[in-house]
């Protein structure tokens, strides 16, 4: 019989819901985990919110304040799901309240917040789970199991992307994404965290990088603090500044010696969420897409007179695709990644091992992040390693300006 462990959440916006799932569905795909989710109380700004989680989503509690679900004797893990301005405060205090923390990234508007929040989840011995679940995706942990095996030999190139058009509309408000106060860095934190991770989970750590940045869209709609919890445009009114970039990109040095690049933008007209990876090696390669999350594309040179790529199929024997579909055809789907992420994170919790993505695996994407911001600043090649939290103060210098 599962022991029952108190969870919390704060902010119950799109991702605090899916947790929300995550939590009530794990049993359903994963029987044998020893923690059984009670879902004791929820935190939301907006009341309206907080009073829905606890008659729609089956908290048994709700309340205003975040601090309140952080103080709950009965909560023993928390989910934070709440904008980048609240992650250092809300991580921070709950690691130093013994709880276990599942968090969104960036994990703080600025790496140097991400760097605080791992001081404190390792000082005090809590276990943590980063909201880096592409990693999870079967058919990319088959591709990881494929490339340290060395099947499609050494590793010399790697492409990684995400482009994605939720903020492509000028029209699209001015929340708190687009400014240095609530958000931070803009696509450097929201979205190329996951190819920075995605490309050291798979490749290995990186050492070097050499960046660029621009703001297309410069301004947008003002709309009032708290207004929306999602993207959404506004017709007429004032027009503000836009604080963080738009678009950033840049080569990458493997300290194993492959090269590659990245990129990311959320003005890219086009793509919805094309977000993914192109590995090439000396004897093979393979590449793999998001918006084909059950597909991965397989080339390898072994001498059966094959020249091309092939698809491969989830099925059974990959990853955990088989707690979720019978067999190979039948798609996993985004909410399933969470699940995963969820079973991770409690089973972290009941024996006390670790397992990715973590705190540990955060701190070092945003290693890579805090070298390519600088690297925008300086417009030369930068080495990845320890932060002097330069980041945050050039962040408040530029105010939204390319680079």
């Given at each position: 019989m599962?022991?029952e462990?108190?969870?919390g959440t704060v ?9 929300t ?17 009670r879902?004791v109380?929820?935190?939301?700004a907006?009341e309206e919110?907080a009073?829905?989680?606890a ?6 509690g ?5 601090r ?6 009965e ?12 992650h250092?405060e809300v991580a921070?205090?709950?690691a130093?309240?013994g ?11 600025y790496?140097?917040e991400t760097y ?11 276990m ?16 990881k199991?494929?490339?340290a ?23 699209g ?6 400014k240095?106060?609530g958000?931070?860095?803009g ?8 190819s920075?991770d995605?490309?050291?989970?798979l490749?290995?750590p ?9 703001t ?6 003002e709309v ?10 506004v017709?007429?009114?004032?027009r503000?500044?836009?604080?963080n970039?738009?678009y950033a990109?840049?080569?990458v040095r493997f300290?194993?010696g492959?090269?590659g690049?990245?990129?990311s933008?959320?003005t ?16 093979g390669?393979?590449s793999?897409?998001?918006?084909r999350?059950?597909?991965l594309e397989?080339?390898?040179t072994?001498?059966?007179g ?5 698809t491969?199929y ?6 955990d ?8 055809g039948i ?5 399933d990644?969470k699940v ?5 994170f409690?089973?972290s919790i009941a024996?006390g ?9 955060i701190?070092s994407?945003?290693?890579v ?6 690297s ?11 932060s002097t939290g ?6 408040e ?6 680079a």
């Amino acid at each position: 019989m599962a022991r029952e462990i108190g969870i919390g959440t704060v902010s119950l916006g799109w991702m605090g819901q899916l947790h929300t799932r995550a939590y009530r569905r794990l049993l359903d795909h994963y029987p044998e985990c020893e923690l059984r989710p009670r879902l004791v109380i929820a935190a939301d700004a907006v009341e309206e919110r907080a009073r829905d989680a606890a008659d729609r989503l089956g908290y048994e509690g709700w309340t205003t304040d975040w601090r309140e679900v952080v103080e709950h004797p009965e909560v023993e893990a928390v989910s934070i799901a709440a904008p980048n301005y609240l992650h250092r405060e809300v991580a921070v205090a709950a690691a130093r309240a013994g709880k276990h923390i599942w968090l969104e990234k960036p994990c703080g508007r600025y790496p140097s917040e991400t760097y605080d929040i791992g001081k404190a989840v390792g000082e005090a011995g809590v276990m943590s789970m980063i909201g880096l679940m592409y990693r999870h995706a079967p058919v990319v942990e088959y591709a990881k199991e494929i490339i340290a095996a060395g099947e499609i030999g050494e590793i010399t190139h790697y492409r990684g992307y995400f482009l994605a058009d939720y903020a492509a509309d000028p029209n699209g408000a001015l929340t708190w994404r687009y400014k240095l106060g609530g958000a931070g860095l803009g696509v450097l934190g929201d979205i190329m965290p996951h190819s920075v991770d995605m490309a050291q989970n798979l490749i290995g750590p990186i050492v070097g990088v050499s960046a660029q940045r621009e703001t297309f869209i410069r301004t947008r709609p003002e709309v009032p603090e708290g207004m929306g919890t999602g993207h959404f445009t506004v017709e007429g009114g004032t027009r503000g500044t836009v604080e963080n970039e738009d678009y950033a990109s840049g080569l990458v040095r493997f300290e194993n010696g492959a090269r590659g690049t990245m990129e990311s933008s959320r003005t890219c007209v086009g793509p919805h969420v094309r977000n993914g990876f192109e590995v090439n090696g000396t004897r093979g390669a393979l590449s793999w897409d998001f918006q084909r999350l059950n597909e991965l594309e397989l080339y390898r040179t072994d001498g059966t007179g094959d020249r091309g790529y092939r698809t491969v199929y989830a099925a059974p024997g990959m990853g955990d695709f088989d707690r979720f579909q019978p067999g190979a055809g039948i798609s996993m789907g985004y909410d399933d990644l969470k699940v995963a992420e969820a079973e991770r994170f409690l089973s972290s919790i009941a024996d006390g091992r670790q397992r990715a993505a973590s705190i540990h695996e955060i701190v070092s994407t945003m290693r890579v992040v805090d070298a390519m911001e600088r690297s925008c600043e300086t417009g030369g090649w930068e080495r990845v390693g320890d932060s002097t939290g330069a980041t945050a103060a050039a962040g408040e210098r530029r105010a939204g300006g390319g680079a």
